[in-house]
């Protein structure tokens, strides 16, 4: 079975500069989040998708970040304009639409931006 | 208040050696799930282990094993039988009842096992 695919891996830009990411999840999951992890801390969600809704999106600065996940598959994570301190490791990870509190989260690699 | 605390910065332990990584975490709800990921250097995070807030025993894969003690609400990682594979980033994560299925993580703990 694929596991969660991104790209690009790494991203240098200069800040006011945009930038793009993409995410493929694991077939047939519906569910997809993006995480954001600044070095030394644990990962901050951004926005979480199922199939192409957005069911959380509460700590995504949306003056400057966008995301959208079109037909419920892939999905892209924009900055724009991007400002020093998005330096970060940006995650996407997806699991399956279930119920309780137990369903696993299968991360992708990251792509690691610097904003210099 | 955090929600997920990890008070251990970094640990060392020697190579066949068990190491305990702590974490308490502070929800009002009943239900909810507790986690462990494990993040190499090359940045993929890595399920390890799930404890469930209704689940009696003490969840157990293989060499890890979570201590669970929900009136102190805690939830350690122990890792038995250490390995210079398991020098990595360990992160404690929380899911609440009352949140959708967000992941609420700790700041994480770096081990490294020597030989």
């Known amino acids: 079975e694929a596991g969660v695919a991104q790209s690009p891996r790494y991203k240098i830009i200069e800040k006011r500069q945009s930038v793009a990411f993409w995410c493929n999840p694991i077939?047939?999951?519906?569910?997809l989040y993006w995480y954001q992890q600044i070095l030394g801390q644990g990962p901050k969600l951004l926005i979480q998708f199922q199939n192409n809704g957005v069911v959380d999106d509460s700590q995504l600065p949306k003056d400057r970040f966008s995301a959208e996940r079109l037909k419920g598959v892939d999905s892209t994570l924009k900055i724009q304009p991007a400002k020093l301190e998005d330096s970060a490791v940006y995650l996407c990870a997806s699991s399956l639409l279930g119920t309780g509190n137990f369903y696993e989260q299968y991360f992708g690699p990251g792509t690691r931006l610097t904003v210099t | 208040a955090q929600k997920i605390t990890q008070t251990q910065p970094g640990m060392f332990v020697q190579e066949k050696e068990a190491v305990t990584l702590d974490c308490t975490y502070d929800t009002s709800d009943q239900s909810y799930g507790l986690f462990w990921y494990k993040q190499p250097s090359s940045g993929e995070m890595i399920f390890l282990i799930y404890q469930g807030s209704y689940d009696e025993q003490n969840a157990t894969e293989g060499r890890y094993s979570l201590n669970f003690q929900k009136a102190r609400k805690s939830a350690n990682l122990v890792i038995s039988a250490s390995q210079l594979g398991d020098s990595a980033m360990y992160f404690c994560a929380m899911r609440e009842e009352s949140g959708y299925s967000t992941l609420t993580f700790g700041k994480g703990t770096m081990l490294l096992v020597s030989p």
């Open positions: 077939s047939g999951h519906a569910t």
